[in-house]
């Protein structure tokens, strides 16, 4: 094995929040190798995230939903990648596909994780640690290549971040637009591609007009297909509905911007934790000993663990199985409040 490598490629192509937790790995490889060259290899909506991380050299899309949806494309993608020499690969996705295309990029030294499809296809394994935090699963890799000495040192989710002049002015004339100063908005997140990992409308439509009566803004925040699933919300409470108006880097600009985020267990709790905006998850079917809980310096989670049914899957299900949905009933939105009000009592430290 090189101790000094100087072609790096990381690998990520599962969820958004996901992308998000693999860049302290990234942030402590570039420190590790300052000379070398780091490629991000990703999902075409993930991209924008790596794309802003100034660890990340060049950021590599795999489009697994269209142009390399097929296993012929798979396998071109795969022999694509090999004309790059990569002397480190680490692949952060365990899937068939991840591997093979791994694999095929005839890296010098590839390392995925033991629970990985086709791990016998890598150099090393790393275990993977089912109840430690993700970031630090990721950072686990640095033992793969005799630097685990130094995992502590960042063992955190903020990383340096370059948002362009558009995106910053875009955001800040929102914010004019709207008259609001920094620290006077709140944000929240109501959606998720995961049906049972969502807190009510109704949490989420009293906790704003909670929020808004205390002088808070309160901005909804989310992609153009979560506008209409929110828009009830934002019509009965008078929060600004923001879904589709700002991108993944700009919604994260924003989260600079703003006093704290309340957001179900998704992608967006991820997102604040790179820029350190305070943070309330909301755990409904789904538990923070999976480890994607929130990592901000200040931040909180909500969750009924009083529930003998809780947790009942990973991501959620469709449905509650047993149909009471009480993981997300039982949490009001003043609990949800009065935790947010806690965490930012003192002033944060950007």
Not at 150 to 172: A, G, K, Q, R, T
Not at 192 to 200: A, C, I
Not at 256 to 283: E, M, Q, R, W, Y
């Amino acid at each position: 094995m090189n101790s000094q490598f100087k072609n790096i490629a990381v690998l990520q192509t599962a969820f958004l929040g996901d992308v998000a937790l693999a860049m302290p790995l990234c942030k402590a490889l570039k420190s590790i190798y300052p000379n070398s060259r780091l490629t991000f290899i990703t999902t075409k909506v993930a991209s924008p995230i790596a794309e802003i991380v100034s660890y990340i050299d060049e950021v590599i899309v795999f489009d697994k939903r269209n142009a390399h949806s097929g296993f012929k494309e798979t396998f071109t993608f795969g022999k694509f990648l090999k004309d790059f020499e990569f002397d480190l690969f680490i692949s952060l996705h365990r899937s068939f596909r991840s591997s093979l295309i791994a694999k095929l990029a005839k890296a010098d030294f590839s390392i995925s994780y033991d629970t990985a499809a086709l791990s016998f296809l890598f150099d090393k394994k790393c275990k993977y640690q089912l109840h430690e935090h993700e970031i630090r699963r990721n950072l686990n890799f640095l033992n793969c290549i005799g630097k685990g000495e130094i995992i502590d040192e960042f063992d955190n989710p903020v990383v340096n971040l370059h948002f362009s002049n558009d995106d910053i002015n875009y955001v800040e004339q929102f914010l004019n637009l709207i008259e609001q100063k920094p620290n006077q908005i709140a944000l929240i997140a109501p959606n998720s591609v995961w049906e049972t990992k969502k807190w009510t409308k109704s949490g989420f439509t009293n906790l704003a007009e909670i929020l808004m009566n205390q002088n808070i803004q309160v901005l909804i925040i989310g992609s153009k297909s979560d506008k209409d699933y929110c828009e009830s919300i934002s019509h009965q409470s008078g929060a600004i509905n923001t879904c589709g108006t700002f991108t993944i880097p700009q919604t994260i600009y924003l989260m600079t911007k703003s006093k704290f985020l309340v957001s179900n267990d998704s992608a967006p709790i991820h997102f604040a934790g790179l820029v350190n905006c305070p943070i309330v998850a909301i755990f409904g079917p789904t538990s923070p000993l999976f480890g994607f809980y929130p990592r901000s310096e200040q931040s909180s989670v909500i969750e009924r663990i009083e529930l003998d049914c809780k947790p009942c899957e990973i991501h959620g299900n469709k449905k509650c199985p047993i149909g009471t949905f009480a993981c997300m009933n039982l949490i009001k939105a003043d609990e949800v409040a009065s935790s947010a009000m806690s965490i930012t009592s003192t002033e944060t430290t950007q």
